[in-house]
């Protein structure tokens, strides 16, 4: 019987799967729901779209008999799912799991950190675009700094070393840039920047995008970086003891190398970030578990050597925009 795992038709092992576990967020980021009206990104009131807590688990089960290893829950914001350290425990339990970790806004990560701790997860990432309260404020629509800190210090408190990501948008200023370097070097955390997707504003163009590159090349001019490390898809300069990191999935794709599989909270399976169709695992409800390991694997087989969201039409990018919210960016 033909064999099918977590290769591609280029060669490609999937080792990753990120996991969104809810499109709602306590967080409006310019970014992510611009304007007045909320964008696709920002349903924060979405009822009926999350799959269960046995499916999920099932699911992951499913992508850890392929070869899987490494799943990463993200939202929306997963702290706002009342069961994510049930999620978290069932899949540390799940055989051939060995990495669970979380990427978080941070807004309840102080009460919720303990628990995580509790349930195995192995790693965060927290999402903070600004360290000064008014600039925060207006980024994400939220007066929430504050608590975003104090979870970081309850994180690094309980042995947590989170590496902390933030969208380089283009009114960042140098000032904040340096200010980002100090609380690296402070904490001895990674701090990376990265660049910003085209998901949920109709015309990318408007958007505050900022090339990566600009900022890459002040920090290693004012700080006689060295050469870079890699960690993943990551470029990390050692600066005073912390590293700054980047990220930059748009002006330098890593598709050649990438080992990621997407699952969303409505239980559909993307190859790629950027895929406009995915797998409704749901519609499997029915395979035996030997039977669904097969599904995904001959769905993987079919994966696209790049994203080609640079040469990408309007019509193109209107036609992929699915929330990151729901497909777990």
Sequence with gaps: MER??????????????????????????????????????????????????????????????????????????????????QLVEGAKAIPGIK????????????????????????????????????????????DGLGGVRAGIDRALGLGFKPKINAVALADLSFEEIDAFVKFASENRLTVRFIELMPFCEDDFTKTAFAP?????????????????????????????????????????????????????????LYRCLFDSHGLDVKTLREASAGDLPEHIGKFLAGKKEFHGISSASPADLKRVKNSMRFIGG
């Excluded at 080792?15 to 969104?20: A, G, I, K, L, Q």
């Excluded at 349903?43 to 009926?48: A, D, F, S």
């Excluded at 927290?126 to 939220?142: H, M």
């Excluded at 600066?239 to 409505?266: M, Q, T, V």
């Design 99 to 142: 990495r669970v970790c979380l990427t978080t806004n941070g807004v309840l990560l102080a009460g919720k950190a303990a628990a995580l701790k509790d349930a195995g997860l192995d790693a965060l990432n927290v999402s903070l675009d600004s360290l000064d309260r008014d600039r925060f404020r207006r980024i994400t629509g939220s």
């Design 4 to 85: 099918f795992d977590n290769i591609d038709s280029f060669g490609r092992a999937h080792t990753y799967v990120r996991v969104s576990v809810t499109p709602k967020c306590n967080l409006s980021c310019r970014y992510c729901a611009p304007g007045a009206q909320p964008s696709p990104c920002s349903q924060k009131n979405n009822k009926g779209t999350e799959i269960s807590l046995p499916e999920m688990l099932g699911f992951i089960r499913a992508l850890g008999a392929i070869g899987v290893e490494k799943v990463r829950f993200t939202g929306g914001e997963p702290l706002v799912r009342p069961d994510i350290e």
């Design 212 to 268: 990566i590159s600009r900022i890459e090349n002040y920090l290693a001019r004012k700080y006689s970086a060295g050469p870079p490390e890699t960690d993943g898809v990551a470029r990390n300069y050692r600066i005073n003891g912390g590293k700054i990191g980047f990220i930059s999935a748009l002006s330098h794709p890593f598709c050649g190398s990438c080992d990621r599989l997407r699952l969303s909270s409505r239980g559909v």
